[in-house]
């Protein structure tokens, strides 16, 4: 009697099991469509950002690509730490990488919402679909033809758009006081945060337009009845509306604030090293550019180091927007 009370639910779990199977083969040949479209991407994911993990194991080994690796255990991060040599440029790189990534986010998402509510008061529906047209363009460029471009407009000689403006107006007296903007330490910053927010502003403006386009008219036709002006509207109405919204964009992008690596490549030069230079630049310049045999360990493992301290960041943030969208503030 009692084998088969027991054994009913044993029928039971797999009649439960096999059914689901079915109904996942059912929804997945459903839409087989969208899974042929999610293919390429997979694999591409797969070969380009999994399978590369498998060097992970050589941040606790000596390799040079010559000779046999050499398990060292953990003389790497003890390197990333102690040495005299190298951690001076390590801990100026993850400072670097701090200061610019997180002062990069919070002026891009600021002028952001500025230029969004700004396009929200706009009447002419057409004017206004013109200039989100001429500000979200830059967003398609590459940085390497962004740089181009900027190379040649701030270039220290006659050919340099704002050095020949400034001589024309009287600020610069000969061409000898030519300001090499990209290759001057108290230059270089601000002039990448402008070209940031001159190639950003458009793409993060199309996420707080969609959000203050979900804003009911009427609540400013409330608002007008009861006398407030543009400005009040736009103070208690509008930011109020985004608010969530910003915290979110901002906790988000603040998981990737270590992921920096081509806007600053493609504008850095010898001149501005220590000011420019960020973790992936770093292990790039000590794989690439050190001027003598790479040690690849040593650069996995400060890429490990850069990849734990992401992931970090990513669960911190990740918890911190759910409280967002929660309406639960993130204390």
């Known amino acids: 009697m009692s084998k088969n009370v027991d054994a009913a639910p044993t029928a039971t779990v797999a009649v439960s099991t096999t059914t689901k199977w079915k109904k996942i083969k059912t929804k997945m040949w459903k839409y087989r469509g969208f899974y042929l479209m999610f293919l390429p991407v ?30 060292v255990g953990i003389k790497h991060f003890k390197t990333m730490f102690t040495d005299p040599f190298k951690s001076k440029d390590f801990f100026n790189a993850v400072l670097n990488t701090v200061e610019i990534s997180v002062f990069k986010l919070l002026l891009t998402t600021g002028f952001a919402v500025i230029v969004s509510i700004f396009l929200n008061e706009m009447i002419n529906i057409h004017f206004k679909k013109v200039i989100q047209t001429i500000i979200y363009l830059p967003h398609f460029l590459s940085w390497v033809v962004t740089a181009s471009l900027f190379s040649l407009i701030l270039a220290p000689n006659s050919h340099g758009l704002i050095n020949t403006f400034l001589l024309n107006i009287g600020v610069i007296k000969s061409a000898d006081e030519y300001i090499y903007f990209l290759g001057s330490s108290a230059w270089w910053r601000p002039i990448y945060f402008l070209i940031n927010l001159w190639k950003e502003t458009g793409w993060q403006t199309v996420i707080f337009m969609a959000t203050l386009s979900g804003i009911n008219p009427e609540l400013y036709e409330a608002a007008s009845i009861d006398g407030a002006g543009r400005f009040q509207k736009m103070r208690y109405l509008t930011f109020p509306a985004i608010r969530n919204t910003i915290l979110t964009v901002i906790i988000l992008n603040l998981a990737k ?25 770093y292990i790039y310049n000590q794989t690439f550019n050190s001027g003598r045999i790479p040690n690849y360990g040593y650069t996995a493992a400060v890429g490990l180091f850069k990849s734990l301290i992401g992931m970090v960041l990513v669960l911190v943030c990740n918890h911190w927007s759910k409280k967002v969208r929660e309406g639960r503030g993130i204390v």
């Open 42 to 71: 997979f694999i591409f994911a797969l070969f380009f950002f999994y399978l590369p993990m498998i060097g992970i194991r050589y941040a606790f080994y000596d390799y040079n690509g010559l000779k046999e690796a050499t398990f």
């Open 257 to 281: 604030i270590m992921n920096l690596f081509e806007s600053v490549w493609v504008l850095q030069n010898n001149a501005v090293i220590q000011t420019s230079q960020v973790l992936e630049t």
